[in-house]
């Protein structure tokens, strides 16, 4: 609330005021008003640097709050972009994830399909190995045999070339 003075501290420097009967001591009065006026003038200095540190105040306060507005918006823009972020990571994660278990699964396929193969290729292989075994015990035995045939042809041929050169006894007469 703003007052307008009637009395300034000039009005109260210059009052002069009449003498009575019993007046008071001139130079009291006058220190007293010199004071008081010190005093009220000093109060209207303080006053008005008051007046402009609300004003300065004011308009800090006043950029405070457009701070805070700027702050809030931004600090709710960056909670809806990190939400944002946070449901497309989830998104591309479930999807990676999808991903990774279809090529898992046709992985897995694969190498069933791949074990199965190898699996038969064995005992393909085993099949042969019997056959070749059976072959060899054949063509063992079949040499077996031709040696011991061989062997016993030439044991006969010795025999019979053993009695073929035997000395034979001529008769005298």
Not at 17 to 37: C, K, N, P, Q
Not at 108 to 123: C, G, M, N, P, Y
Request: proline fraction near 1%; hydrophobic fraction near 35%.
């Amino acid at each position: 609330m703003d007052r307008t003075l009637t009395v300034s501290p000039i009005d109260m420097r210059q009052a002069k005021f009449g003498t009575g009967i019993r007046g008071f001591a001139r130079e009291e009065v006058t220190a007293f008003l010199e004071e008081a006026a010190e005093g009220y003038e000093q109060s209207l200095r303080e006053n008005e640097r008051l007046r402009q540190e609300i004003v300065r105040l004011e308009a800090s306060l006043n950029q405070f709050r457009e701070l805070e507005g700027s702050l809030k918006t931004t600090l709710m823009s960056a909670q809806k972009v990190a939400d944002d972020m946070r449901e497309n990571a989830q998104k591309d994660s479930q999807r990676i994830l999808r991903e990774a278990e279809g090529r898992a699964e046709l992985l897995v396929q694969k190498a069933q399909s791949r074990l199965e193969d190898i699996e038969r290729e064995i005992d393909g292989l085993r099949l042969k190995r019997r056959e070749v075994e059976t072959n060899l015990e054949a063509c063992i035995s079949t040499l077996h045999n031709t040696v011991d045939f061989i062997r016993e042809q030439e044991r006969r041929e010795r025999e019979n070339k053993v009695v073929l050169h035997r000395p034979q006894v001529v008769h005298s007469a």
